[in-house]
Nanobody, 126 residues
Framework: VQLQASGGGLVQAGGFLRLSCTAS????????VGWFRQAPGKEREFVAA????????YYEDSVLGRFTISRDNAKNTVYLQMNSLNPEDTAAYYC????????????????????WGQGTLVTVSS
């Protein structure tokens, strides 16, 4: 499966964006998907993840209540709705896919994912 992230852009603090992760391939519905981000000079960090069936969702504490991950398997797409953005959310955002279980301790580790999309840049101005 190949993943493509889109939807990034420049937004003012307090604004919102919706990122999309679109997959090619018929087996997308069997993949758990995670969103990660990497700010300049910082390590890549976990943001959110959703299981293949969408029955389990995980968030990093810093985005809890502001970001919402969802998926539409009929469209081969996972979304990341980002509200109340602040400058600390500025980063390149990546989506990643994993076939199989996606438990919390697995979902937050980038090494757990076998497929990665290219990043989409989110810039939040103050």
């Amino acid at each position: 499966v190949q993943l493509q992230a889109s939807g990034g852009g420049l937004v003012q603090a307090g604004g919102f964006l919706r990122l999309s992760c679109t997959a090619s391939g018929r087996t997308f519905s069997a993949y758990g998907v995670g969103w990660f981000r990497q700010a300049p000079g910082k390590e890549r960090e976990f943001v959110a993840a959703i299981t293949a069936r969408g029955d389990q969702i995980y968030y990093e504490d810093s985005v809890l209540g502001r970001f919402t991950i969802s998926r539409d398997n009929a469209k081969n797409t996972v979304y990341l709705q980002m509200n109340s953005l602040n400058p600390e959310d500025t980063a390149a955002y990546y989506c990643a896919g994993r076939s199989g279980d996606l438990l919390w301790n697995i979902a937050r580790e980038s090494e757990s994912y076998s497929h990665w999309g290219q990043g989409t840049l989110v810039t939040v101005s103050s």
